[in-house]
């Protein structure tokens, strides 16, 4: 009887082989699904941490304007009563001139600031189109306003 050779040991079935690679790819997307679920979670994490910082910033400005405005209130009320107090006890008094006081402030510093404003803006201007002249007379030989100077309608 003639006699059947047996696979070398290191030898693999190929439906062995076959169910072996399938079962590593089964295990690599259990892993990969891990990896990008653990991905997503620390992203949602990132996300809700910042919500809860901004809820916390938002609050704190809230109870920091609060509380100025709680202080602002009571000094202008101790500096009204105090005034209404010398004034014989007529509390309508200190609360008139601390109420006008107050107004006259806020209205002179809107004044005041409005007009630096314009005088910035205005000084920005002069300069943008002494610029504009300037770059006109290096690449012309003369500017805008010295052709309407030499035709005698504006001053230099």
Known sequence: MPQVEEPPKDHVAPSDAARDALHKLAELRAYAQQYFSAKADKLKLTARNIAIMTALGIIGLIAA????????????????????????????VGNLVVGLLVLGIFVGGA?????ILKKAMMKATVKKYELVQKQQRDSFGRS?????????????
């Open 111 to 115: 004044i005041v600031g409005l007009g």
């Open 65 to 92: 304007g609060a509380t100025l405005v709680i202080s602002l209130v009571m000094l202008l009320a101790g500096i009204a009563g105090a005034i209404g107090a010398l004034a014989g006890g007529r509390m309508w």
């Open 144 to 156: 805008s306003r010295d052709r309407t100077a030499a035709a005698g309608s504006v001053e230099i």
